[in-house]
């Protein structure tokens, strides 16, 4: 499910992981989850919290309101003003995280300036966090007993799994080491029994490195990092970037470069973003069920 044979990619060229179909069946069965949810009483609660002026978060929390409506989850945003407290904020947080009609939580980022993103991950109460970032999930992660996960990271693993080729004893290389999407992704391919190497800014000769990978994950922030002398040949190669280049959307792989010689390749839109998105419903739904224990 969810990949299909570029169209014209060049001889051999890779299969398209189709991140709009993976989300899309993710929507499907968290809308089911949803329904049976508050058939038994238990109706999914998500608060969505802005702290801050920020435009993009406004538009954000329309565009999220409107998905979360049509898969059946409540959607609340709570906004705290331009330019709250710490105090306040944290205070609001215990509020949600004490009411039992809430069941999910997230925080828009950016947060204004002395809202350190640190101290919210914390106060977030780990049963209600729906980007799986509190230091109490991001551990169940480390022990593979987790109920969420960071969403972006989730997602990668996702596109991964579409492609139908067993992880187990695969080499894969991760370009980044961030605390939401590098090294989760490293975590959980590890689980899935792949040797992984994680790569980073001090990391030697990069492009040796990412040439051993049977799966090579782009998580740099760097547009066109990932080149085709960069590939093995028939690598699974997912692209977790996403930037806008004089209009365009790209992501951390030279798409037109990569494709190629790539075995399975996500394209940026359209990849791993949309399943990101899904990802989030999916995490809040799993938040409501453990909530009333289910
Ligand atoms: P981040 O916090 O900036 O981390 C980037 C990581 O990449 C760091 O570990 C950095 O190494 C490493 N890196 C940067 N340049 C490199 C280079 N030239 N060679 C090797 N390693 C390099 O970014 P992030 O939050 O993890 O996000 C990564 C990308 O994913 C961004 O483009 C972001 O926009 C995108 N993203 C996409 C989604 C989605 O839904 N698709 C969601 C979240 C993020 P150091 O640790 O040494 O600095």
Redesign the pocket.
């Known amino acids: 499910m969810g990949c299909s044979r570029e169209s014209s990619p060049g001889p051999g060229g890779a299969r398209r992981i189709d991140g709009k179909a993976i989300a899309e069946a993710i929507h499907a069965e968290v809308e089911a989850e949803a329904r049976r949810l508050r058939e038994a009483g238990a109706e999914p609660h998500l608060v969505a919290v802005q702290a801050g002026a920020d435009a993009a978060s406004v538009v954000y929390v329309e565009k999220q309101r409107e998905r979360f409506s049509k898969l059946g989850i409540r959607y609340t945003h709570v906004h705290l003003g331009a330019a709250p407290s710490l105090e306040e904020v944290e205070a609001r947080l215990d509020g949600l995280n004490g009411d039992p009609a809430v069941t999910g939580i997230m925080v828009m980022l950016p947060l204004p300036p002395g809202i350190p993103v640190h101290r919210i991950e914390e106060q977030i109460a780990p049963a209600k966090d729906v980007e799986g970032v509190s230091p109490a999930n991001l551990g169940l992660l480390v022990h593979g007993r987790h109920f969420v996960g960071p969403?972006?990271a989730l997602?990668a693993m996702k596109a991964i799994e579409a492609t139908g080729v067993p992880l187990s004893g695969l080499s894969a290389v991760v370009?980044?080491?961030?605390?939401?999407?590098?090294k989760p992704v490293g975590l959980l391919l590890l689980q899935a029994h792949a040797t992984v190497t994680t790569?980073?800014?001090?990391?030697r000769d990069?492009a040796a490195v990412a040439r051993t990978a049977d799966l090579l994950v782009?998580?740099?922030?760097?547009?066109g990092?990932v080149t085709r002398d960069m590939v093995k040949p028939g690598a699974i190669v997912i692209d977790?970037?996403?930037?806008k280049v004089e209009g365009r959307t790209v992501?951390?792989v030279d798409f037109e470069d990569v494709a190629p010689v790539a075995g399975w390749i996500t394209p940026?839109p359209g990849?791993?973003?949309p399943?990101?998105?899904a990802m989030l419903a999916r995490n809040t739904v799993a938040c409501a069920q453990r909530s009333r224990g289910a």
């Open positions: 969403c972006t997602a370009i980044g080491r961030s605390g939401i999407v590098g790569c980073h800014t001090r990391t990069l782009a998580a740099a922030g760097k547009p990092l977790v970037g996403i930037h992501g951390d940026v990849g791993v973003g399943i990101t998105v």
